[in-house]
């Protein structure tokens, strides 16, 4: 249960919604640090994820370029190949290898051509989405293989599989930002916001990714650099799920654990969590690109207040 975004050519954010914690932290992968089938990174990362037998497992991902991934849950759909003699890269490491080779996402789509995605030990069913100041890509590894497609919209949710997803937009594609010119005989406009009634409000995937559709495109992010960080904050906290509103099967509760808008132009992070919602920022330094080994920094903070 997570939703992506791709804002512009400068921003990019998720939200990460799940019922437990992986004892995720945030991640700096130095040039040349972790083996990626026969090579090393040659660019630097700077992530969301876990660390496991050496090996950063990104949820979401930045690179010194300016790159950006974010991995998606996909249950029900997900199917990964089995490593044979060609290229094969494990699916939990996907965001390093494209992130640590790439520069765009061309270059991302051209490397993806020639590899194979291969289950690791415990993997989730995952797909991807792929950004740049130029243009998304959604990446899909399904029975028939793997799928490359490009992100007109720029947001990704859940499963189904994207082409449902875009086919949806059909639904809302008569819903507007504006008030209605007439309620019909003997009614009348009674509030401001009634040229949207019926954009869903519940937190399927579906119904997330039209939500988010329609609000990314009628809320352009500003020009100014702090004030467009704050509307994609704006635009992601309607997309986040509250904690209760959403049970498992198993009866645990799964909310939005956190929420990031990643900096494509000027590498870093915003970060927002659910025990701390003061924005938190980091950047991607030199120092850190250049290091001799991994960084992780704690993200889940103590709460923080400013007193007025």
């Known amino acids: 249960m997570c939703t992506a975004i791709r804002f512009n050519k400068d921003f990019f954010g998720r939200t990460l919604d799940f019922e437990r914690s992986f004892d995720e932290e945030l991640i700096i992968t130095p040039r ?53 003699e060609g290229r094969a890269v494990e699916s939990g490491r996907l965001i390093s290898f494209i992130l640590g080779f790439c520069r765009s996402v061309s270059e991302a789509r051209d490397m993806l051509g020639s590899v194979e995605i291969i289950a690791d030990e415990g993997a989730a069913p995952l797909h991807w989405i792929v950004c740049d100041g130029r243009e998304a890509m959604v990446v899909e590894s399904v029975a028939d293989g ?24 059909a639904d809302i594609s008569h819903l507007t930002p504006t008030s209605p010119t007439s309620a019909g005989v003997g009614t009348r406009i009674y509030s401001r916001g009634m040229g949207a009634i019926g954009l869903p409000g519940d937190f399927s995937s579906s119904s997330r990714f039209l939500r988010a559709s329609f609000i990314r495109e009628r809320s352009p ?88």
């Open 221 to 308: 992010l500003s020009e100014d650099r702090s004030e467009a960080v704050n509307m994609a904050f704006d635009i992601l906290s309607s997309l986040s799920v509250p904690r209760g509103c959403v049970i498992t099967d198993d009866g645990e509760i799964a909310y939005t654990r956190y929420t990031a808008v990643i900096d494509m132009a000027e590498p870093g992070y915003y970060l927002t969590t659910a025990s701390c919602r003061t924005v938190g920022r980091i950047s991607l330094t030199e120092e850190m690109m250049t290091s001799d080994h991994i960084i992780t920094r704690p993200m889940y903070l103590e709460p923080h207040y400013i007193d007025i």
């Open 32 to 84: 040349e640090s972790v083996r990626l089938l026969d090579s090393v990174n040659r660019y630097a990362i700077m992530g969301i994820g876990a660390v496991w037998e050496g090996h950063p497992l990104y949820f979401d991902g930045v690179n010194e370029w300016g790159l950006a991934s974010a991995a998606l849950n996909f249950p029900g759909y997900a199917s990964y190949g089995s490593k044979g």
């Open 146 to 169: 793997l799928k490359l497609y490009d992100n007109p919209v720029g947001v990704l949710t859940n499963s189904p599989p994207f082409p449902y997803h875009l086919t949806r937009l």
